[in-house]
């Protein structure tokens, strides 16, 4: 195998996007997204079986449309790279039989990669990768979740995670009760802008002192979403794009005041993004302001990598075969709670 | 020489040619797909000691079957025929089930029935074999309580019920090649899955005020 400049092919499914990737050591070659959103729009959520008959039916195609992206033949390539976990269990299944069965095909070793750890991965194919160690904090419809990652390939710690629902779960359910469509993340931004973000003030979860002992940078977003939904009942006008505004504030406000005390807590100057929620030019906006203040050093990778894609499982399985990791055993499974300390589970020895 | 899959059940993989079995692998673990699927290909090969490239179509069983397990076999069918750019040749897991029996010495009408979980079976009924020696399926593949079959019209007092745990890639490779040599229908890209995916609308969020 090519160790100091691996092409690899990554294999993405873990939640509504069939994601396949091509990269060369940290190139990036093909990212190639089909997504089932639109099929989950009228239930106003995943819903796992449909994102899993999704998947099946959109592999080949995107691994063909890669392949002619990228511009090579798939016997070229050096291995098999796929999400493992965390995500859902149906989903991630068709993406572990697609990648082992190329694997056993193509006669190349398959690396299974965490997702999470795949999020921060993206960013090495940004041609100027971030210093380790950084603090990530990867939000989406799937996961909130705060890491340290001192190692990408060896030693990345859980610092929180939501204890409830996710960011943009939240953004999808405050779209539900607006009266906006699926997915809510576009539409509450679409709601809120021109809007006063401080005229409604939504609480912020897990900061009061006695939540920050034992949930110092752990979120949730339950209470806030039912601090939103008892104002739209109870106001007899509802300003829907105050109450937009106001939510995503709550919601920006809450993730970067405890990604930052995580950058500062540590001695840790650096902060990264990933996740869909990144799509949110609140966020983003906001997150350069407090960052600049602080003088934390940001970094977003591309958005077309910052949402799930193959790329990052790709990149993140590219920089494991170039510091020297072996493939995984072919007996791996999905994990649908996979921790975030598991970077590559199964590792043959 | 056609590479079989089978995940309908448990997972099945063989290797046939020319009406003959070269390599049979199998695991029964209902829910153990993703992890033997990779394992049950190789041993396959390795058994007859043939590269991939050796494989000139692969055969896939489309069920009726639980959903997710069912989907890990197709996908790596799927996988396998793009990445040596073969045919890909599906057929029913029950008609293979079918061919199995018949071929052991049971005639006439046959009901084949599989487990669907919440007290439900897959079934399809049979009629024997046609000229090509494939299974003449009369009924089904369908879902049903297991006293609610629908019974064939003919022959029902001989009836064979059928009650199979599992499904032999070997003879879905066998299936496949009669159907392929004899120009007989092979099915389309949609898996057998017979229930819609489990989602129900609900009227709205739900109020937190009184
Ligand atoms: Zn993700």
Redesign the interface.
């Known amino acids: 195998m090519n160790r100091k400049d691996p092409l690899v092919l990554g294999i993405e499914t873990s939640c509504d996007e069939t994601g396949i990737g091509i990269v060369r050591g940290d190139r990036l070659l093909a990212n190639v997204i089909a997504s089932s959103m639109e099929e989950h729009a009228?239930?106003?959520g995943v819903?796992p079986?449909?994102a899993?008959?999704a998947?099946?039916?959109a592999?080949?195609p995107s691994?063909?449309q890669a392949l002619s992206e990228a511009k090579i033949e798939?016997s070229e390539i050096d291995a098999v790279a796929v999400t493992s976990g965390p995500g859902l269990?149906?989903a991630?299944?068709?993406?572990?039989?697609?990648?082992?069965?190329?694997?056993?095909?193509?006669?190349k070793p398959?690396y299974a990669v965490n997702h999470l750890v795949g999020h921060i991965g993206a960013d090495v194919l940004s041609g100027d990768p971030i210093e380790f160690p950084t603090v990530a904090l990867l939000v989406s419809g799937g996961h909130t979740s705060l890491l340290l990652v001192r190692d990408l390939v060896s030693d990345v710690e859980l610092l929180g995670e939501t204890i409830d629902d996710a960011a943009g779960e939240a953004f999808d359910?405050i779209a539900?009760?607006l009266g906006l469509p699926y997915p809510g993340g576009p539409q509450i931004d679409l709601a809120a802008s021109g809007s006063d973000p401080n005229k409604i003030r939504f609480p912020r979860g897990l900061s009061l002192p006695k939540d920050l002992e034992k949930h110092r940078y752990d979120f949730s977003f339950s209470g806030l979403k039912?601090a939103v939904?008892?104002h739209v009942?109870?106001a007899e006008t509802p300003d829907v794009g105050a109450i937009a505004a106001g939510f995503r504030e709550a919601v920006v406000d809450v993730l970067l005041t405890k990604a930052l005390a995580a950058c500062r807590d540590l001695e840790v100057p650096r902060l990264l993004l990933g996740g869909g929620v990144v799509a949110n030019a609140r966020l983003r906006g906001e997150a350069e302001l407090r960052c600049a203040k602080e003088k934390v050093e940001l970094r977003i990778p591309p958005l077309s990598l910052c949402t799930d894609n193959g790329a990052m499982i790709a990149a993140l399985a590219a920089q494991l075969i170039m510091a020297g990791f072996e493939p995984s055993n072919?007996?791996?499974?999905?994990d649908s709670t996979l921790p975030v300390t598991e970077i590559q589970p199964d590792r043959a020895d | 020489m056609i590479l079989a899959i089978d995940s309908s059940i448990g997972t099945s993989v063989a290797l046939v040619a020319d009406g003959a079995v070269l390599a049979e692998a199998e695991s029964m673990d209902s829910r153990g797909h993703a992890e033997w699927i990779g394992l049950l290909i190789r041993s396959c090969l390795t058994e007859v000691a043939v590269e991939p490239e050796a494989v000139t179509e692969v055969a896939v069983g489309m069920g009726p079957g639980p959903f997710t397990g069912l989907r890990v076999g197709i996908a790596a069918a799927n996988a396998f025929a793009f990445s040596q750019g073969i045919p890909l040749l599906r057929a029913s897991s029950h008609d293979a089930i079918a061919l199995d029996t018949y071929s052991n010495g049971v005639s006439g009408p046959l009901l084949v029935t599989t487990e669907a979980r919440r007290r439900e079976r897959y079934w399809s009924s049979y009629q024997g074999l046609s000229a090509i020696g494939a299974p003449i399926r009369v009924g089904g593949p369908g879902l049903a309580k297991p006293g609610e079959i629908p019974l064939p019209e003919e022959g029902a007092e001989i009836l064979r019920t059928l009650e199979a745990d599992r499904v032999s890639a070997a003879w879905l490779g066998l299936l496949a090649e009669r159907l392929q040599s004899g120009r007989g229908e092979l099915l389309g890209p949609e898996p057998l899955y017979l229930r819609s995916p489990d989602v129900t609308l609900s009227a709205g969020p739900k109020r937190v005020t009184r």
């Open positions: 009228r239930y106003g819903v079986e449909i899993a008959r998947h099946l039916e592999l080949t691994l063909s798939l269990a149906g991630l299944m068709v993406g572990i039989g697609a990648a082992k069965a190329l694997a056993v095909a193509l006669a398959v359910k539900r009760i039912t939904a008892r009942e109870t072919l007996s791996f499974g999905a």
